[in-house]
Antibody, heavy 112, light 107 residues
């Protein structure tokens, strides 16, 4: 079964850091461009970042540029999102996704 | 950034109805468009990719069409499990963008 499973979410204070992970199973992650997408409570979907299959190209949304870093380890079939200087407006469910497959999401809460 | 607009923003329909949702891009995106369905508290699920390709396991009552700037998602004979929010997403240009969603609820 093709699956993406996120982990690493939780409660963090403003200004803090979190590292999200996404583990792929049932397919070879190295074949695909990978994306992080987030959804704030009651809101629509917002693209966060993408990384091409060999990490050659990396893209970020303006809202997180300079604070978040996307990376991947194809040998471990895994994708990551390092989130620094977190703000209240970063609170959301974070999904990893390919064009055709989404994970179940991990919740990030930013509060003092 | 490419803007995606969806219409309608919401609709009420009955089981068995045919439902059509449109997505318009602010500039051409070829056919690099995905339709996904999201139910409350759940992750989005891809229904259609590359504008018209039905994702594996998705019922054939879902279909997609269009290219360039205008796209359509059609649900033939709406079923109870289809009441959800539907989003279009373009993956042709960065930043990737989503439409604002269309909520389909029960009449």
């Amino acid at each position: 079964e093709v699956q993406l499973v996120e982990s690493g979410g939780g409660l963090v204070k403003p200004g803090g850091s979190l590292r999200l992970s996404c583990a792929a199973s049932g397919f070879t992650l190295s074949d695909y461009t990978m994306n992080w997408v987030r959804q704030a409570p009651g809101k629509g979907l917002e693209w966060v970042s993408s990384i091409t299959s060999s990490s050659t190209y990396i893209y970020y949304a303006d809202s997180i540029k300079g604070r978040f870093t996307i990376s991947r380890d194809n040998a471990k079939n895994s994708l990551y999102l390092q989130m620094n200087s977190l703000r209240a407006e970063d609170a959301a469910v974070y999904y990893c996704a390919t064009k055709r497959v989404w994970g179940q999401g991990t919740l990030v809460t930013v509060s003092s | 950034a490419i803007q995606l607009t969806q219409s309608p923003s919401s609709l009420s329909a009955s089981v068995g109805d045919r439902v059509t949702i449109t997505c318009r891009a602010s500039q051409g995106i070829s056919s690099i468009l995905v339709w996904c369905q999201q139910k409350p508290g759940k992750a989005p699920k891809v229904l259609i990719y590359d504008a018209s390709n039905l994702e594996s396991g998705v019922p054939s009552r879902f279909s997609g069409s269009g290219s360039g700037t205008d796209f359509t998602l059609t649900i033939d004979s709406l079923q109870p499990e289809d009441f959800a929010t539907y989003y279009c997403q373009q993956l042709n240009n960065y930043p990737l963008t989503f439409g604002p969603g269309t909520k389909v609820d029960i009449k």
